[in-house]
């Protein structure tokens, strides 16, 4: 019921900045919360930016103030803004929208940040 699309990774130098876009399908968007989470090889993946259906957002502390999270309700789209890369920011980013006790996950999108 829910298909969520990532897309906007790819290769960037350190210092440098990428978006990631997530469409969401699904009537529940608005009524979710949103998050990114990426797993780096040999690391579990844990939870990078979320924002809750009020608007309010948390980060992981390595990522505050370097990445924002924000969302468009009306065209069930999440947004995470990276800037000032770091190459420990290289993952893979997994869209995830939480309704109702059923988490949704999408197919991720590879971010490299490297020289």
């Known amino acids: 019921q829910v298909q969520l699309v990532e897309s906007g990774g790819g290769l960037v130098q350190p210092g440098g900045s990428l978006r990631l876009s997530c469409a969401a399908s699904g009537s529940f968007f608005s009524r979710s919360a949103m998050g990114w989470y990426r797993q780096a090889p040999g690391k579990q993946r844990r939870l990078v930016a979320r924002?809750?259906?009020?608007?309010?957002?948390s980060y992981l502390d390595s990522v505050k103030g370097r990445f924002t999270i924000s969302r468009d309700n009306a065209e069930n789209t999440v947004y995470l803004q990276m800037n000032s890369l770091k190459p420990e920011d290289t993952a893979v980013y997994y869209c995830?929208?939480?309704?109702?006790?059923?988490?949704?996950w999408g197919q991720g999108t590879q971010v490299t940040v490297s020289s």
């Open positions: 995830n929208q939480f309704y109702y006790g059923s988490n949704y």
């Open positions: 924002i809750i259906m009020d608007g309010s957002t």
